[in-house]
C-alpha cells in the first residue's frame, strides 16, 4: 500500500518504519521544524535509513520517501496524522488541495478532529479515520534510531462517514495493526487516554517536574490512591457527558485494558498500575509546559468541559483542572482550545447524526 505520514516525530518515524518493515511505500512528511529536525535531516542523509529497537532486538528498513512535499499525498491510499492535535487545523487547511477522492485520513489521535475537517469543507469523498492512541510507545533515542517501549495490542478507532465504514475496515487492516473499530470517531476522540492521564498526571507532578528537572517518570510516582480519585473524578464526567451523547460508559481503565492488554485476567485497574510501572516508560515530563498540559488541557479538558456545558453536564472537576493549569502557565487554556465554537455546533451534529 501507499501510505503517508504526516509528522516526523517519535510516533510518526515508529509507524512510518514499522510500515516499511511490513513492506509498505510509505512517505514520511516533515510538517514543521519545530522538533527532531537532527533526525530528519539523518533521514535525508541515508536514504530514510531507520533502526526500530523493540525487546532489544534491533531491526533496520529504508522509508520509500522523506520530504516536506504535501503534494505527495496525493499518490497514498491512507494518509495518517502524526502531529499534535493543536496544529491539525492549520495541517488540514494546508492538505485540502492534495486529498483525493477515496482515501482515508487517520487523525492518530484526534480529539474530533473530524468536526474541524468538515469545518473546512473536506472532500466528501474522503473517508475519516480517528484513533484512540498512538499504536507505539516510543522515543527517537538518536538520528535514525527509534527505541519501542510499548505497543497497543488493540488500537480502536471511530470511522465516518459510516456510509464508508465496511470500505474503510477492508483498506485500513491491510496495514497491519491490530485494529478495532467503534461506532463513532466521537467515541474515539474522548477515549483518548492522554485527556485523563495526561491532564491529571503532569498537573499533579507540577512541584515534581520542577524540582526534579524533569529527571522522573509521571506513570512510576504520581498515581498515588489520592491522585487516583481525582482521575476517577474527572473519568466520571467523561462518561457523563459520553452516555449524554449517546455512548457507553466505559472507564478509562477498561479502555486502556482493552487497548494494550485485552486478553489479561488481572482487573482494568491492575493492567493500568502494570503499565505504568514498566521499566520501558517514558521519562517525564522534563518541563511543566509540556505538552501534557499545553495540548491535552486545551485541546482534551477544554473540549469536554464546553461539550459539558452544551449538554449541561456538570464538569467541576474538568472546570477546576483548566484553572490551575492555567494558572500554572500564566495564560487562559481555553482561548487555545476546543470548544463546540472552534469545532462547529453543526458539524458536531452532522457527526452525531450519522452514527444513528
Not at 533526525?39 to 534491533?58: A, P, T, W
Not at 456510509?163 to 467503534?182: D, H, M, R, T
Not at 490512591?225 to 466505559?250: A, C, H, Q, T
Not at 459539558?308 to 481555553?334: C, F, M, Q, W
Amino acid at each position: 500500500m501507499n501510505i503517508a505520514v504526516l509528522g516526523a516525530g517519535n510516533g510518526g518515524c515508529a509507524v512510518a518504519a514499522d510500515m516499511s518493515l511490513r513492506g509498505h511505500d510509505v512517505t514520511l512528511i516533515k510538517t514543521s521544524n519545530y522538533l527532531h529536525n537532527e533526525n530528519f535531516q539523518y533521514l535525508l542523509k541515508n536514504n530514510g535509513k531507520i533502526s526500530l529497537i523493540e525487546n532489544e532486538i534491533c531491526k533496520t528498513t529504508f522509508i520509500k520517501n522523506v520530504t516536506t512535499d504535501l503534494s505527495l499525498l496525493s499518490n497514498s491510499e491512507v494518509i495518517i496524522v502524526y502531529i499534535q492535535t493543536k496544529y491539525h487545523e492549520a495541517l488540514i487547511k494546508k492538505i485540502i488541495p492534495y486529498l483525493r477522492s477515496n482515501q482515508i485520513l487517520l487523525f492518530n489521535p484526534g480529539y474530533i478532529s473530524t468536526a474541524i475537517a468538515l469545518k473546512h469543507d473536506i472532500p466528501k469523498d474522503v473517508i475519516i479515520a480517528e484513533a484512540e492512541s498512538s499504536f507505539i510507545d516510543c522515543r527517537i533515542s538518536a538520528p535514525g534510531i527509534v527505541k519501542v517501549s510499548f505497543r497497543n495490542k488493540n488500537n480502536p478507532l471511530g470511522i465516518f462517514p459510516h456510509s464508508k465504514k465496511e470500505k474503510a475496515i477492508k483498506i485500513l487492516n491491510k496495514i497491519g495493526f491490530p485494529f478495532s473499530y467503534l461506532s463513532s470517531v466521537i467515541e474515539a476522540g474522548l477515549h483518548n487516554p492522554n485527556l485523563i492521564v495526561h491532564t491529571v498526571g503532569a498537573i499533579m507532578s507540577i512541584p515534581r517536574i520542577e524540582k526534579t528537572h524533569g529527571d522522573y517518570v509521571m506513570y512510576h510516582e504520581v498515581f498515588t490512591p489520592s491522585v487516583w480519585n481525582i482521575l476517577e473524578k474527572l473519568d466520571e464526567e467523561k462518561m457523563n457527558v459520553l452516555e449524554k451523547l449517546g455512548f457507553e460508559r466505559l472507564p478509562y481503565v477498561e479502555a486502556c485494558k482493552a487497548r494494550n492488554s485485552p486478553q489479561d485476567t488481572r482487573s482494568a485497574k491492575e493492567v493500568f498500575m502494570w503499565y505504568a510501572s514498566l521499566p520501558t516508560a517514558v521519562p517525564g515530563p522534563t518541563v511543566v509546559d509540556s505538552r501534557y498540559i499545553s495540548e491535552d488541557v486545551p485541546q482534551g479538558l477544554v473540549m469536554l468541559e464546553s461539550l459539558g456545558l452544551y449538554l449541561n453536564v456538570s464538569t467541576p472537576i474538568t472546570t477546576s483542572l483548566i484553572e490551575i493549569a492555567s494558572a500554572v502557565l500564566k495564560r487562559d487554556l481555553r482561548n487555545e482550545g476546543r470548544t463546540i465554537k472552534t469545532l462547529g455546533e453543526d458539524n458536531i451534529k452532522i457527526i452525531l447524526n450519522d452514527n444513528q
